[in-house]
């Protein structure tokens, strides 16, 4: 059981707009650190996509964003493309486990 | 550019230790965090632990007890040793760099990741 809680997966046509939350707690989350996300494409390693304040690293499109409310975050995927086709991880630091934690993972399905 | 590249051996027996090294080049060991995850066939990432440059720990109190991660300045590389070992501990253990940051870390490059299997 996973400290984060994604659903498990999504769906969604070419050209669309998905989203994947990512629940925590007041430990996580909910003391203000802040949720990074990582892409794993099937077979390779993960990928960081956005980490802290909405920040991507060099080379990923602005089609990726991030929210954070309250004990909760998402992950916001715009113009949907066949090779965004991958697992998506949520992860942030936990005081009380003193070190970072996951969410379970969300698989993405382009219809 | 910043590479990792884990090695060790893929097949460990049970009640055995699997020990794990992570060459880390275009980037100095004696900087940063450094981070062992693993995932698990079909699963999904657990974080595992993290050695800071100056050779202080923190480890996933899951597993405490049976780690040991280390860091060899003079070969650019940082180890991971997990005793014990059982079926469970089987999985792709990746190892990452972690950068500084103010509202918790994350990981920034990830080695490719080695599959460690745990059988007799």
């Known amino acids: 059981q996973s400290v984060l809680t994604q659903p498990p997966s999504v769906s969604g046509a070419p050209g669309q707009r998905v989203t994947i939350s990512c629940t925590g707690s007041s430990s996580n989350i909910g003391a203000g650190y802040d949720v990074h996300w990582y892409q794993q494409l099937p077979g390779t390693a993960p990928k960081l996509l956005i980490y802290?304040?909405?920040n991507r690293p060099s080379g990923v499109p602005d089609r990726f964003s991030d929210s954070k409310s309250g004990t909760s975050a998402s992950l916001a995927i715009s113009g949907l493309e066949a090779e965004d086709e991958a697992d998506y991880y949520c992860q942030s630091y936990d005081s009380s486990l003193s070190g970072m934690v996951f969410g379970g993972g969300t698989k993405l399905t382009v219809l | 550019q910043v590479q990792l590249q884990e090695s060790g051996p893929g097949l460990v027996k049970p009640s055995e230790t699997l020990s794990l090294t992570c060459s880390v080049s275009g980037a100095s060991i004696s900087s940063y965090y450094w981070s062992w995850i693993r995932q698990p066939p079909g699963k999904g990432l657990e974080w595992i632990g993290y050695i800071h440059f100056s050779g202080s720990t923190t480890y996933n109190p899951s597993i405490k007890s049976r780690l040991i991660i280390s860091l060899d300045r003079s070969k650019n590389q940082f180890s991971l040793k997990l005793t014990s070992v059982t079926a469970a501990d089987t999985a792709v253990y990746y190892c990452?760099?972690?950068?500084?940051?103010?509202?918790?870390?994350?990981?920034?490059?990830w080695g490719q990741g080695a599959l460690v299997t745990v059988s007799s």
């Open positions: 802290g304040n909405s």
């Open positions: 990452a760099r972690v950068p500084p940051y103010s509202y918790g870390y994350y990981f920034d490059y």
